[in-house]
């Protein structure tokens, strides 16, 4: 069974549905509201645990009553929480996210992700030690994205860093990742270039492997000194939120199988998971995703 670690964020997503996003300072009526269970780190969890791994997440929940519902959904996907921590007098992070049209808007205020700390990911290091592959992005402090990058390198265990909410980090940051996997917008911020740059030259000049998400377009990666293009799959789109968590997950869990393999099936895992609502609730488990896959030819 492969073992992942995942370190980051825990959210409740506070979901409104709505038939076109509102402009500033306009109030729309919407159509439903939902309280469903996110944030990156814990997607990603949970995505790797549906597809079959043995997953611990490192990470933080207040001690509020999302903090107890949030912890108990990730148990109840298999996830070990022994190293979710619960930080008193602090509210749990939540995500106020508007879906409307199959593309969605999010704003995040971190709460308890803001206390994940260096410390906090060291204390996990025997378990590391034997994971085959982590997970990091950054909805936690970047001092914390440091010291897993570091800690993997150390331990000589694959880190796949998810460069999401994107910011400019340091080139010897991003030598420390196995790989790097932003979209097209993430990568310009990451490296402080020009958004408007062809993203093939600025996966050629990164200081790391890149696999680069392209939505429903599919993904790109390196291979040698050529770029290959991983096409997506079709789906009908009814909400977007959590496909790059699916994609980071499959590509962990996959990653044996080799990159080639591994892109396309996390480009499958990442399509089926836009098919239904809710980050979490469309991530596909592997006999679903194996039977559907197998259906594309
Ligand atoms: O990637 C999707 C996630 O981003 C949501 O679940 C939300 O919590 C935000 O963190």
């Known amino acids: 069974m492969t073992r992942i670690v995942v370190v980051g964020s825990i959210n409740m997503d506070l979901v409104t549905l709505a038939l076109r996003f509102p402009a500033p300072g306009e109030t729309l009526l919407g159509d439903r509201f ?40 990730l148990a109840h996907e298999g996830v070990a929480t022994e190293h979710v921590r619960r930080i008193a007098d602090c509210g749990s992070g939540t995500a106020s996210i508007t879906v409307a049209g199959g593309e969605n808007q999010i704003v995040v205020v971190p709460g308890a992700n803001a206390r994940v700390t260096p410390t906090h990911v060291e204390q996990a290091q ?9 997970l990091v992005q950054m909805e936690i402090p970047l001092e914390t994205v440091e010291a897993t990058l570091r800690l993997g390198h150390r331990l000589g265990v694959p880190v796949i860093l998810n460069p999401a909410p994107a910011r400019q980090l340091p080139v ?24 408007h740059e062809d993203f093939r030259a600025l996966m ?23 770029l290959v293009h991983q096409p997506g799959f079709k789906v009908d789109v009814i909400d977007t939120t959590g496909a790059g ?26 399509a089926l998971s836009v098919s239904r609502l ?10 679903e995703l194996e039977a559907w896959l197998a259906d594309q030819g």
């Not at 949970?46 to 509020?64: E, Q, S």
């Not at 010897?172 to 958004?195: C, F, I, M, S």
């Not at 699916?246 to 099936?265: E, H, M, Q, Y």
Request: glycine content about 12%; aromatic content about 6%.
């Open 126 to 134: 025997s378990t590391i030690a034997q994971a085959d592959a982590m």
């Open 34 to 73: 939902l309280t469903v269970h996110g944030g990156k780190g814990a997607n990603q969890a949970v995505a790797a645990a549906r597809l079959g791994a043995r997953v611990c997440m490192v990470g933080a929940v207040g001690d509020d009553t999302f903090g107890q519902q949030l912890h108990d959904g």
């Open 172 to 195: 010897e940051w991003l030598k420390l990742a196995r790989y790097v996997t932003p979209n097209q917008h993430e990568l310009a911020t990451l490296l402080g270039a020009d958004e």
């Open 204 to 226: 050629l000049r990164a200081p790391c492997p890149v696999v680069l998400t392209r939505g429903a377009e599919g993904a790109w990666y390196a291979d040698g000194a050529e």
């Open 278 to 287: 809710g980050a979490q609730g469309g991530m596909p488990r592997h006999n």
């Open 245 to 270: 968590d699916t994609f980071n997950a499959a590509l962990a869990v996959f990653l044996r199988k080799g990159l080639p393999a591994a892109v396309r099936i996390a480009c499958a895992a990442a």
